[in-house]
Each structure stands twice: as C-alpha cells, then as structure tokens.
C-alpha cells in the first residue's frame, strides 16, 4: 500500500531555499509522484509533477533519485506567501485495479519576515 | 480559478439533517473525487466516480453518498448529520480514470463547500 511520510512542519525565512523530502518506500512502478500547495480554507492546488530525475517548472523543482522511494521538492527563495500546506502524493491500487489519491498529512511550511 | 465549481461554498444545519453537494468538473474532465477535511485535518478521500459509474470507494461512511450524473456534475449526500461531519468538503476533478496505467494524477479542486453542523 503506497504511503506518504512527510515532516509536519517547517519553518523558513524569506528567500531562502526550502526542500521538503518526501518518503514513499512502497512506490508501484506505474505511480508519479505529484505535489500540492494547500493555503487555509482553499483547495490544493497541484504544483510539480514527476516520475524520475529532476523535473523543474517556474515555481519549483522536484528531485527524485533513481529507487523513487523518496522525493523533494524544492521551493527557491521563498516569500511569506508561499506559507501554506505542501502534500506529497502518489498514486494507491485498489484490489480491484483502480486508483485512489492519498494524502497524507502535508507538511505545514511557515515562511517568517 | 480551477475551473471546478462546487455549491453552496457555506451550509448551516442541525444535526440529524440531510445535504446535497453540488460539483461541476471542468470542462472535459470524467472523473471527479469527494475529499473531506475536518479542522486542522489532512484531506480523507471519500469517492471517486468515472463517467457515471464509482470507480474508488475510501473512508465514506454509510450515512453518505454520491453520485455522478450523465452530464458529469456529480453531487454528495450527506444524511442524519452529526457535529463531526462539520467539514470542508472539496470536489476534485481530473481527466483520467485512475485505471493507473498513464494516469498521472493531476487533481484539479474546487473551493469547497463548508458544512458546519450545530
């Protein structure tokens, strides 16, 4: 059963680098591995995506070594808008074959003036 | 904007009660997911459906229900209310039909309908 393990929480000053690592041990071969920013009362919404390597976009990159049994995602020089929850997912096979998205508990990033 | 719309953004009711849920996916999208998060909490996956038909079942409890019409919008009921079911509730939608094979996973959400229960 694919699983998510992530740090609760982080703090961070603005403009620094932030890297949240993700532990996904279980990964299935078919699974990419997606990321999403929660802000408090609204929907997440989907960041960076991959499934090997390095992917990068204008918001963040995504690292992942060649087992992809973990992942991080790194945020470049942050502001205090970028405070918000951040969840790790990747794909769970039902018995039946379907899939259903987990999230785990996000990590709680908190960037400080 | 995500381009999934869900209804009413806020409800108020009394316990024991019944609500409807109401979310529009975006536009081409088949397959929408219920997501459920109490205060403070992670997001629960409820269900998921995929062109009409429930394809994913996860922590739904039997007082609740969905459904998903032939025109994709899909609404959740919620019956014999209880305090702890005061919750947002998030609509997602995505194109795929998670079968998992290139399925990679891209949620697009709404903004949630946010119960509360007195």
């Known amino acids: 059963l694919a699983k998510t393990t992530q740090p609760i929480s982080m703090d961070s000053y603005e403009g620094q680098e932030v890297n949240i690592t993700c532990s996904h041990n279980n990964i299935a071969t078919n699974d990419y591995i997606t990321w999403y920013q929660q802000f408090p009362s609204q929907g997440p919404r989907f960041i960076i995506q991959?499934?090997?390597t390095k992917v990068t976009n204008e918001v963040a990159s995504l690292f992942i070594p060649a087992d992809r049994k973990s992942s991080t995602l790194s945020l470049p020089r942050v502001s205090l808008s970028d405070t918000a929850v951040y969840y790790c997912l990747v794909g769970d096979t039902y018995t039946s074959g379907t899939y259903k998205y987990i999230f785990g508990t996000g990590t709680r990033l908190k960037v400080l003036a | 904007d995500s381009g999934v719309t869900q209804t009413p953004k806020h409800l108020i009711t009394a316990t024991g009660q019944r609500v409807t849920l109401r979310c529009s996916p975006r536009?081409?999208?088949?397959?929408v997911y219920w997501y459920q998060q109490s205060l403070d909490q992670g997001l629960q996956f409820l269900i998921q459906y995929y062109n009409g038909e429930e394809r994913a079942k996860g922590n739904i409890l039997e007082r609740f229900s969905a459904q998903q019409f032939p025109d994709l919008h899909s609404e959740l009921n919620l019956s014999s209310l209880e305090l702890g079911d005061s919750a947002l509730y998030f609509c997602?939608?995505?194109?795929?039909?998670?079968?998992?094979?290139?399925?990679?996973?891209?949620?697009?959400f709404g903004e949630g309908s946010r119960l509360t229960v007195l």
């Open positions: 997602a939608s995505s194109v795929t039909s998670g079968s998992g094979v290139g399925d990679t996973g891209e949620l697009f």
């Open positions: 536009s081409g999208d088949l397959s």
């Open positions: 991959g499934y090997k």
